[in-house]
């Protein structure tokens, strides 16, 4: 079946497939969509900021493992982040939807990202994993920093909890590790031109 957008949309797809995500940077909106049958149907109100800011030109969803929704009741629970970009900022607003819900709701308020130029705060690359009330959120800026932040759900609160060098970020399902990505000029005496690290998140 078809979802409909405009010319700047773009779409996402959650790992089973059964949740889309339409985002159209220029209008400032993101849609979501369950797959329903063979019907694809807008999952609550459209997500939108009334002032531009490049709404959901960045975007990182995290929806539980299928052994997990398969023995839920109602909609598959989903996270979803999505970046804001103005003349003198950048910042990242969250979002849930569990299982029994009926509306969007935000989890904590939203995360400016840290000191930078304009270009510099351009995010590259973003990821998010969740076990339970607690989540991992990554995001590689253009500079070349990684900022790693703890979502707490039941306390709605997020915050820093550090930061690193490379150019892109991938979190497990679970949130316990994160994969960084990293030039060969960001680490000392290696002859790589790119290299991997596998960090574990600690819960403290």
Known sequence: ?????????SLSLSANGRIAIVVEPSLDTIRVFDLIGEKWLLRGQVLKISMPVNFGANVAVFT??????????????????????????????LY???????????????????????IDCIIQSMSIGRDGERGI????LKNNEVYVYEILFGASRCSLKWTTKGTAVNVSGNGNRLAVTMQGSLIPSTS????MAVFDVPRH
């Not at 023995?71 to 900022?89: C, D, N, Q, W, Y």
């Not at 029994?100 to 000191?115: F, K, L, M, P, T």
């Not at 790589?192 to 290299?195: F, I, M, S, V």
């Open 192 to 195: 790589y031109d790119r290299t």
């Open 96 to 118: 849930q939807w569990g299982s029994q819900d009926s509306e969007w709701s935000r989890v904590c308020n939203d995360i400016a990202i840290g000191n930078c130029a304009e």
């Open 137 to 140: 959120l990554a995001i590689a």
């Open 64 to 93: 539980p493992p299928g052994n997990v929704f398969s023995h839920l009741v109602g909609r598959i629970p989903i996270t979803l982040v999505a970046s804001m970009k103005g003349a003198e900022f950048t910042m990242l607003r």
């Open 1 to 9: 079946s078809f979802l409909s957008g405009g010319e700047s949309s």
